[in-house]
Each structure stands twice: as C-alpha cells, then as structure tokens.
C-alpha cells in the first residue's frame, strides 16, 4: 500500500538486535529508537504545546476514542485536524480506539460488525467499526494512524477467543486499508495480536507482514502478563519483521522496558506513566524513581535530578532550577508541582532514547545497558530484575559480568 513515510537505517549494533534509525514522517523527522508522549484528549497533562516542543518531542500521540466522543468529528473537521486543534506542528499518531476494549470493557460489545461502546461522558451509545475508526483518523490528519484491532488482554486464559481475536484482527486490517482516504498523507500500521500464545503470534505477523503497511506494531502488551513473557512475545515478532520498516510496540514506558524491548529489536513506544507519576509527586531519575512527596525531601536542595538538562532541574539559560524541597513543598497541593515534574518526566524518556540511540550508533549499545542497570540499581547486580537479565541474555549481553 502507498506510504506517506521514509525509513533510514543508520545503525545496528553489532551484538543485540537494537537500531538506530530517521523516520521522515509529514510533520518532519524523527530519530530512533523514540518515545511517544501521550496526549490523549489532543493534550499533554501538565504541558503546553510549546513547552512539549522544547522536550525535543516530535512525535505524541492523541486517542481517536476519545477525540471521537468529544470534541467530534465535526469540530475536528471545521478546525482542520488535530495539529490545529492543539497547536502541534510536529508529528501525532493516533490509537485506534481498540485499547479501550480492555480498559472500558464494561462498556463494549465487540462483535464482527465492530465494537459497541456506551460515551463515558453521558452513556449514549456508539459503534466504532473499523471504517468509522479509520474515518475519524483521517479527520484527525495524524501521520500515522492504527488500525481497528480486537484486543485481549494477555492474561485471559480464553485460548478460543484469543485465536478469534488475532484473526478478526487480520480481517479488520483489510477492511482499514479499505476504508483509509489518505494514504498518500497518512500512514497505516497495522497491529500484531496473539496474545503471549507465541504460534498465533508467528502466524499473525506473517499475515500481517503480507498486507505491507508502512509500519507494523506489536499490540496486547502491557495488560499485566510477567516480563518475561512479554519479552518472549516481543524477540519473536521482532525476528519476522521486516528489517525496513518502523516497529511500534505500544503501551510500553518504564525505563527498564524500554532499553531491553530496544536490545529485542523495537524502535517506538507509548506511555501515560511518565505524566500519570508525575502528578502523583514522583520524579524518574537514572537512579531511579524519586517519590518527592516523602518528607526526606523537605529540606533537600538539590535539583531533582543532578546533572539533567530539563528546564526543571537546569540552572540559568532559561532553566527553573527548581530543588527537591520546592517540589516536595507543591507535590499532591498544587498544579505547580504536577507540571514541574511532567516536564521533567517526558524530558527523561526523551533524553534516555536519545542516550539509547547514540550508544547503538556507536556500537557501545551492550556497554550502555550495563551502566544503565548500575545506576538503577546502585550497582547491586543482585537486585536486578530476573527477567531482564534473562531477555539480555538471549540477544547476546550478559549483565552479570564483571
């Protein structure tokens, strides 16, 4: 199918199956391995646009569900999309809405036709299908749109269903590509479903892989199976995917996910937990996570994290060079404290990918993960996480070496 992007690949390391790509997208270029801020409702809690901008952030992501329900499809169209709408001149990939069949279950009924929701906003029904999902995206002009998939979460123990969701995922693929007005601006990807059963996954990517969408991503996750078997779920998909095309796997955030899922061969991952923990006080450091709320904090002076370039943590040049004390002081009282943190929350994830990057395209990438699981764990390489350790393994680092 046509595609409105270019993928150039600038590195592989030489030992994992991590690499370094530019994805020129509509709305400009952006680097490889990345992170995707989510602004669900076409806003970034705790940011404005222009704040998000001077993160280095060139790609968020927005929910059609949401963005469907209110402010509509009608209000989307007259302001001409979602870039206008929130004031964003760099690139937005818009979710399907098909996650909220995990977490709005109550709500949906998922059927052939597509899935039956009741608003969360007055209980009105509406029937998403994949030509309606794929519609709204179009209206919404995001540069790289998902498509409608049926979504379990892993953990079911319905091996039936998730046989029959993988596969009216396949078929609600082609009728996206079908129903898709733009593919000369908009770029499709399709979604790979299985759950953590590793043959309907094999399967799924090959049918997936046939229908030559300009980007492939590996759906499902994060819905609470053990690391390891998301790992195992992630190595496989990755293996069968095409080498010259951008791989997304979606809902993933946490530091530690983010650098092995990079090793296991992923480019692109999506979030709340950076802005979410940042509202609840809680700082992400190399060191790791800070809970500034605590009352250790009280009378600490130090910038939140010593050494980053946030407009948060930096002194002079524009930078608050705000302390831990201040944001203790606001933590969980006022938005201040909120916005501070969120700010330096999504510069984190953003300046941690672009470490990730430069360590792959200097070929240092197995050395960088090893400086990484030092500082998170303060060098106690019995406090690593088992299944990290074992995932790392399989790609040929091994960090319980001296």
Known sequence: MPSALKYELVARCSTTKARAATLTLPHGPVSLPLFMPVATQASLKGLTPQQLEETGCRLCL????????KPGQDVLEKVGG??????????????SGGFQMVSLLKLANITEEGVRFLSPHDGSPMLLTPEHSIALQNTIGSDIIMQLDDVLVTTSPDAKRMKEAMERSVRWLDRCIAAHANPARQNLFCIIQGGLDLELRKTCCIEMVARNTPGIAIGGLSGGEAKSDYCKVVNTCTSLLPEMKPRYVMGIGYPEDLVVSVALGADMFDCVWPTRTARFGNAIT???????RHSRYANDFRPVEEGCECVCCR?????????????????????????????HNVHYQLSLMRSVREAIIEDR??????????????????????????????????????
């Open 315 to 343: 002194q002079g040049e524009g930078g608050l060079g705000v302390t831990r004390a201040f944001v203790h002081h606001l933590a969980a009282k006022e938005t201040v404290g909120a916005h501070l943190l969120t700010m």
């Open 62 to 69: 927005n929910n059609t569900y949401h963005l469907g329900l």
């Open 82 to 95: 979602a870039h206008n709408l929130q004031g964003w001149k760099y690139n937005i990939l818009t979710d």
């Open 365 to 402: 990438f197995p050395a960088f993960l090893r400086q990484f699981f030092r500082d998170r764990y303060d060098g106690d390489k019995t406090s690593y996480p088992d299944w990290a350790v074992e995932a790392l393994k399989t790609v040929g680092v091994d960090l319980m070496e001296n």
């Open 286 to 292: 190399r060191c790791g996570v800070l809970n500034l």
